[in-house]
């Protein structure tokens, strides 16, 4: 089994739907992140978490919400999705200071 | 503003040769770089992880050095094998968990 699970694996959904990406990790790692993926711009972070009590914005979090359930769950909602939101969404985990990486929703909004 | 740039985009050799793929970064203060792997359909995997103290990281045939001062990593890669193929990224972090990424050299090896 994979240590950090992502659902779904692959989601097509339309302008303004409300979307939850899920992630759920084995690892025991406090630290959780979502990243977006785009052809020619690399990963970028969306926000990220230190515990459970803990929410940060990354880089790009406009259009974005998260919510650390408990410490093996961690999802990222988009209120109204809307096109440019079409990426692959990783989640990751860390631990001195490396990544582990689920294997990623491709989200498509039409 | 940090960027960092990977060149080629795009690399193909034929099985056994050492290859040497390239990152650049533009700010010198970052706490450390590494290195990922990406298959097509799955995540990410960390290869190696060089702090900023460091100069090399080895771990089998890969071996990752890095030059602050000029902002320049590279992953060595000895005897490429067809299973190597994939795109490699590189990441430096810099302040407040800001891990900045390349875009990736796709590499593909051909038997």
């Known amino acids: 089994d994979a240590d950090v699970t992502q659902t779904p694996r692959n989601r097509i959904t339309k302008t303004g739907k409300r979307i939850m990406l899920e992630c759920s990790q084995t690892?025991?790692?406090?630290?959780m992140y979502w990243y977006r993926q785009d052809p020619g711009l690399g990963l970028r972070l969306i926000y990220y978490s230190f515990d459970v009590k803990d929410i940060n914005k990354g880089e790009i979090s406009d259009g974005y919400s998260v919510s650390r359930q408990a410490q093996a769950k961690f999802s990222l909602s988009l209120e109204s999705a809307i096109p440019n939101q079409t990426a692959l969404y990783f989640c990751?985990?860390?631990?001195?200071?490396?990544?582990?990486f689920g294997s990623g929703t491709q989200l498509s909004v039409l | 503003k940090q960027e960092v740039t990977q060149i080629p985009a795009a690399l193909s050799v034929p099985e056994g040769e050492n290859l040497v793929l390239n990152c650049s970064f533009t700010?010198?203060?970052?706490?450390?770089l590494q290195w990922f792997r990406q298959d097509p359909g799955k995540g990410l995997t960390s290869l190696l992880l060089?702090?900023?103290?460091?100069r090399e990281q080895t771990s089998g045939r890969l071996n990752a050095s890095l030059d602050k001062s000029s902002g320049r990593s590279t992953l060595y890669i000895a005897a490429s094998q067809p299973g190597d193929s994939a795109t490699y990224l590189c990441?430096?972090?810099?302040?407040?968990?800001?891990?900045?990424f390349g875009q990736g050299t796709r590499l593909t090896i051909n038997p």
């Open positions: 990441a430096v972090l810099q302040g407040a968990q800001k891990l900045v």
């Open positions: 990751a985990t860390s631990e001195n200071e490396k990544l582990f």
């Open positions: 700010d010198s203060a970052i706490y450390n």
């Open positions: 060089i702090q900023s103290s460091q």
């Open positions: 690892k025991g790692h406090d630290r």
